[in-house]
């Protein structure tokens, strides 16, 4: 597997990622509701709209993807079509983990995490997908995967800038 298959198969978890600053909104995932710790499970920037349009769109990429792009050509097309699945919701499990660990350590909503927020969603999203798909523990680079993990960092940091100026997002990370 090549840098550019790599990208292709976790491509669904960055859309995932993008999708619900734009589409979410709503009700929080969490309903309101606090943990054992007495501090909110998630917070209101994570909502059930969100996560729903991020899934979605992150799977349907990946769909798109599956049928017009040949990649990993061993991999059947129904498989892709579920690990695109699992990339999606990967990412939003990775993203909704980040928020719990960060509501946690006392960190109010929107505020930044090295590594935490740039990084985990792709970490579980790619460890969802090498759990469905063993087969790729053979043929993942670990130079790939690390050079993937600096890109999404920077790029992480870059949209995200982005989407502050568009006033999409009420902080730059």
Known sequence: M?????????????VSNAVPVVFGGGTAVDFGRSFADGKRIFGNSKTIRGLVSGILAGTAVGTLLAFAVPFLPWIPLEQKFFLAFLASAGAMAGDLLGSFVKRRLGASPGSQYFLLDQLLF????????????TALIAVLNGWDVLALLVLTYFLHLFFNGVAHKLQLKNVPW
């Open 2 to 14: 090549d840098f550019i298959e790599l990208f292709l198969l976790v491509l669904p978890a960055f």
């Open 122 to 133: 792709l970490i579980i999203a790619l460890g969802l997908v090498v759990w469905a798909e």
